[in-house]
């Protein structure tokens, strides 16, 4: 497995809980959700409902703003692709956590795949096929590793993320995506200057990475989500533990593609923001900026969903 890497470069709240009586009864009912409807499996496969039902994360609404992302002049190690400059972005909501492989299931055993004949890739590799994966499938059914519930999918593709955040919106009718890279950067900072959220000193405990002085830091290796404090919003892993997928395609000037969020059926790469628990202090900067092709997969990568508010 390879790092991220440029190129190739190593790098008021409003909380959204569970999913009402109504959206049940349209999951048991809907057979539209699946976004590449499969014949019904016998009952030897059939997923258990608790399989199938959306997990709805919860969110923070973030207020719209004129806001300044980038390296900032007291920044060290500044690249030349983190140029500092200001743009508005719109009201939207930020999920709390990066997105967990209990909530990746539904959506997998909705799809009935994670290889649709369509794709040269897979969405994501599961268990059998990677074993950093702690996803399992077994007999037509996707279920979680047991004691890893909790901890943020990996070995997920821009595709796969993608197109989780499309079934997500159509199964609860509410506008999930990935956030824009302008979006994730005013969230992670959660209005400081400073390198990291807690500052510019690496203080022990605050992110999962290699050489943070976290917890595990010996144990150099993913954890759960919220296993340290957030960010003054209350926002968990905006450093560390995995890195996370935007919407946004790569511009290395920051022309707008910041603002946006790219077609599904680019062919640009896409951005990644945060740093991994694989990665050193130098990659889990607020500003530091990683891009790969929407088909890349591997150990310490995931995503966290963000939510139109207009």
Known sequence: MEGHVKPLKAGITTILIGLSFAYLLLLLNETSLALNKKAT?????????????????????????????????????????????????????????EVTNKQIVPFLNALGTHKRAKDKHPLLEV?????DSHILYENGVYSVEPGYENYPVIEISWTGAMLFSQWLSK?????????????????????????????????????????????WDDANQLQAVGSYPPNTWGIYDVLGNVWEWTCS????????????????????NLVLRGGSWFNDPWDAR??????????????HSGFRLAMSAE
């Open 171 to 215: 199964a609860t009718g509410k506008p999930y995506r990935l956030p824009t890279e302008a979006e994730w950067e005013y969230m992670a900072r959660a209005g400081t200057t400073s390198q990291h959220p807690w500052g510019d000193a690496q203080w022990a405990g605050q992110a999962n990475c290699d050489g943070c002085s976290g917890n």
């Open 41 to 97: 499996p016998t009952s030897t496969t059939q997923p258990v409902v608790d399989f199938v039902y959306p997990l709805e994360p919860d969110m923070l609404y973030l207020p719209a703003g004129d806001i300044t992302i980038g390296c900032f002049a007291d920044n060290i190690n500044c690249e030349a692709d983190e140029r500092l400059h200001e743009l508005q972005v719109k009201p939207f909501y930020i999920a709390l956590f």
């Open 286 to 299: 607020l500003s530091n900026r990683a891009y790969q092709q929407k088909w890349h997969q591997d150990y």
């Open 127 to 131: 268990k059998h096929e990677d074993r």
């Open 249 to 268: 395609a790569y511009d290395p000037q920051y022309k707008g593609d910041e603002t946006r969020c790219a077609d599904i059926n680019t062919s640009r």
